[in-house]
């Protein structure tokens, strides 16, 4: 739609100026810096950083009612800078000029209701949000975009040249590294280090494809992690993990979408999520915590994190009442089916614990709550959602399992509606389904295949073997007409027809 058919009170607010005033601030000491060096961890207190915009006058300038007004009709725009993540622009990266942003189709993903046989099954209001349709078919796009973009920008201002980008991965956040990094070739150069055998092969495929440099390490993530972090501090390389505080911005996004797509009414809303590395769920709170300051939402919906109990240390942290007694200990994890998550000493643990307490101070009650499910939980609900029309990942599964164990616990009623994040797409996981089906998932994940969610095909063939066509050898028309003839008659039996 052309900005000049918008109403005149919103018309000069529809493209968003570069007006932002952003600088990081550590979450240990409050330090402040600029945000034209690259910088990831605070260099006094070691501690991670979060981005806050000192121009907070932009963002009071107008009521709720008018920002709500500005969003809807910055949806209608066709300027691809505009069209994901930074349709919230002046909430999400408002020093970067259009010209510096990324946009590969990310974002603007669907909030698809359950069907109605899993709302009967669950007993439950509940939609997904298929962040799976990401162009790498994660969440991670998200952040990606945003942290790409403040590359980009950094670049167009002649500040950082030669770029190599790095960043350790459970999978996903290698193939957003590496998709966004190639497509600024030769601007930026990527390499990710992947946990050896503790990817899929879809995951791994994505990284090769977009031609980063790929480095498998033997171990787990956090292994990985920490050798990202060492080579961070040692050279000029930019970070891509979501210690990287653009990451967290980026994936903000994510809330405001959700308050937009229930016409910013987030009274009785759930918002359920899996946490991995707590970039995630920082981000998520942090987003709902900034719309709610702007009055743009009136009410913080109920956030409910969600983790296997093969690797649960946010949730072990939480389960001590006392904000005073509680004490983070990373875990050892054990083999996970939501191995995205599989994560034992969560980076942004640090901002989840800053922001869950702003969180539910602001909300004047508890209103983030920590829940632990099995791996067979996992797996047994992630079948069952697909095989009820959607298109979930392990994670999106465990969420689900997270969600049916929140009702049983009292802490989500009938009344509420909740919001599941489908992390990433099914078929980036397919091979646990593989593993469940065939009866083959290794005993270190707990899990047994339960007779009703198998499903396999079904070879069929002729009895006579000259009756069978091939590649090289096609069949005469009346032996082909026997052929179809037996085929079709063991089919519809099969099939009771
Ligand atoms: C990264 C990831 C997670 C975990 O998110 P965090 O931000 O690390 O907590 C969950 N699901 C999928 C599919 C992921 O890629
Ligand atoms: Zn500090």
Known sequence: ?????????????????????????????????????????????????????????????????????????????????????????????????????????????????????????????FFYKNDGQNPSASFKDRGMASALSSIKYLIDQNLVSDVIAVCASTGDTSAAAALYASYLRPLIKSAVLLPHKKVTAQQLSQPLGSG?????????????MKIVEHLSSLYPVVLLNSKNAWRILGQESYSYEIAQDFDWDMKNKVVVVPIGN??????????????????????????????????????????????????????????????????????????????????NQTSCQQNTFFVQVS??????????????????????????????????????????????????HAIKFSEFQDLYFKQQIPDAYGIRSDSDYINLPDFISTDDPNLVPSQEKRLEKKEFQQFVQEISGKIAKKLNL
């Not at 690259?38 to 932009?58: E, R």
Request: overall charge neutral.
């Open 1 to 125: 739609m052309n900005p000049e058919l918008f109403p005149e009170d919103i018309r000069p607010y529809i493209i968003p100026k570069p007006e932002g005033k952003l600088f990081y601030r550590c979450l240990g000491c409050s330090a402040e810096f600029p945000i034209e060096k690259l910088l990831y961890v605070c260099p006094d207190c070691n501690q991670v950083l979060l981005i806050h915009d000192k121009n907070q006058a932009a963002l009071t300038r107008h009521s709720g009612a008018t920002w709500q007004k500005i969003f809807d009709f910055r949806k209608m725009l066709k300027i691809p800078a505009l069209k994901g993540i930074y349709r919230f622009h002046e909430f999400i990266g408002s020093c970067i000029p259009l010209s510096s942003i990324v946009y590969l189709g990310e974002g603007h993903t669907p909030i698809v209701e359950a069907s109605t046989h899993l709302k009967e099954k669950t007993g439950l209001n």
């Open 375 to 424: 791996e067979q939980s996992i797996m047994d609900w992630q079948l069952t959602a697909n095989r009820n029309g959607h298109i979930t990942c392990t994670q999106g599964g465990e969420c689900l399992a997270g969600l049916v164990k929140a009702a049983a616990q009292g802490i989500v009623t009938q009344q509420e509606t909740a919001i599941l994040d489908a992390t990433a």
């Open 212 to 224: 980063a440099n790929v480095f498998e390490i033997p171990g787990v993530f956090d292994d990985c």
């Open 278 to 359: 707590a970039g995630n769920i920082s981000a998520v709170m942090n987003g709902f915590l900034k719309f709610h300051r702007a009055g743009i939402i009136t009410h913080l919906p109920k956030i409910i994190g969600v983790q296997s109990e093969h690797a649960d240390p946010v949730f072990q942290y939480y389960l001590e009442p006392d904000e005073n007694k509680r004490l983070f200990k990373p875990v050892n994890t054990r083999p996970s089916v939501a191995q995205a998550a599989m994560i034992g000493n969560p980076v942004s643990m640090p901002r989840v614990i800053e922001i869950a307490k702003r969180y």
